[in-house]
């Protein structure tokens, strides 16, 4: 999890600053991140060695989880019951991977999903985007994710609940 901080994380660039930027800028700087990361991974690979040089670990480890991103054929995520809000940076960081792998033509599937509960809106509005475009997603229970994904507009039809993923 570590080796993906600097490609994926919102606070990775501002370090301690990120707490006293207002919230308006520190979106800006996301989206910013998000398309660069998107359109132009090169340059974003560039600023992260001039924020981390190179003797940081930090840079050393971006470079392998890179080529592993890029070079991917399938995207998996088994066995979680982190998409709620108390798991709100992990369940962004995990469908913002997943959203990447999509968009460049890879399939994703996540296996044993909890989901909920989930109030937060960027996690339900990444969900609305990601859920549709998975080529397989399977729940760990029945009881409140099918019920969210249902409000989302998902149809269970093409979901499983498999249970916990070491089942």
Not at 1 to 18: H, N
Not at 90 to 107: H, M, N, Y
Request: hydrophobic fraction near 45%.
């Amino acid at each position: 999890a570590r080796d993906l901080r600097i490609w994926y994380y919102e606070d990775v660039f501002l370090g301690r600053l990120s707490a006293s930027v207002p919230l308006v800028a520190r979106r800006a700087l996301s989206a910013t991140k998000r398309q660069l990361r998107r359109r132009f991974p090169g340059i974003l690979s560039r600023v992260a060695a001039l924020r981390f040089p190179a003797s940081a670990p930090e840079n050393e480890r971006t470079a392998p989880f890179q080529e592993a991103l890029f070079s991917a054929d399938l995207i998996v995520e088994s066995g979680a019951g982190g998409l709620n809000d108390a798991c709100r940076e992990w369940s962004l960081t995990t469908l913002e991977i997943l959203e990447d792998a999509l968009d460049r033509g890879v399939p994703a599937a996540m296996f044993g999903q909890g989901i909920g509960p989930l109030r937060d809106g960027s996690i339900l509005e990444k969900l609305r985007i990601v859920v549709p475009r998975l080529a397989l997603l399977t729940l760990r229970e029945s009881t409140s994710g099918p019920r969210l994904l249902g409000e989302l507009g998902h149809r269970m039809e093409d979901t499983a609940v498999t249970g916990d993923d070491a089942v």
